[in-house]
T-cell receptor
């Protein structure tokens, strides 16, 4: 089946640094979503992307829908301790009812 | 709105026992989903429903059953619990026409 390759698996950064992560696939998607999961909680939607090339921001977070429709990127600027968590990408093909999820990027931020 | 709620938060089962994980949403969403999340892995779809009375299998349905008698509720049933079903279970819902899924807080299940 379809698979999303998310990288890096984990990141250990200093507070104030910028963060980049991405998801790639061999399949073409219609929608890309980015979620954050805090320990012991369910994933929370951060950003939704609906069009190839689209660049969307949510505060310090910026995400892009790749031109080929096979990838997406998430950047976090000036990281803070509350950015700690697991970030998941998810994608949906046209005319399907289901999302496919990446395996997550675990982010640790040190003061 | 409470969003998506799940009960219980935690549960320990013995091998062979049965239980039902409850999921309720108050957003009037037609679509509901059950996922399991194993350590270091992404979310795997167990079952989903596109509306009351309609359910369909996802990627990993074996050992589970679901029903959808109302728009609000989508319970997940484990009939004969096995250690391989130790996982965190998440319920999610979305509106018709939108891909964004909204998740509950999860149920952490241990089968020993």
């Amino acid at each position: 089946g379809q698979q999303l390759n998310q990288s890096p698996q984990s990141m250990f950064i200093q507070e104030g640094e910028d963060v980049s992560m991405n998801c790639t696939s061999s399949s073409i998607f219609n929608t890309w979503l980015w979620y954050k999961q805090d320990p012991g909680e369910g994933p929370v939607l951060l950003i939704a992307l609906y069009k190839a090339g689209e660049l969307t921001s949510n505060g310090r977070l910026t995400a892009q829908f790749g031109i080929t429709r096979k990838d997406s990127f998430l950047n976090i600027s000036a990281s803070i301790p509350s950015d700690v968590g697991i970030y998941f990408c998810a994608a949906q093909m046209l005319n399907t009812d289901k999302l496919i999820f990446g395996t997550g990027t675990r982010l640790q931020v040190f003061p | 709105n409470a969003g998506v709620t799940q009960t219980p938060k935690f549960r320990i089962l013995k091998i062979g026992q049965s239980m039902t994980l409850q999921c309720t949403q108050d957003m009037n969403h037609n679509y509901m989903y059950w996922y399991r999340q194993d350590p270091g892995m992404g979310l795997k779809l167990i079952y989903y429903s596109v509306g009351a009375g309609i359910t369909d299998k996802g990627e990993v349905p074996n050992g589970y059953n679901v029903s959808r008698s109302t728009t609000e509720d989508f319970p997940l049933r484990l009939e004969l619990a096995a250690p391989s079903q130790t996982s965190v279970y998440f319920c999610a819902s979305r509106r018709t026409g939108g891909p964004e899924q909204y998740f509950g807080p999860g149920t952490r299940l241990t089968v020993t």
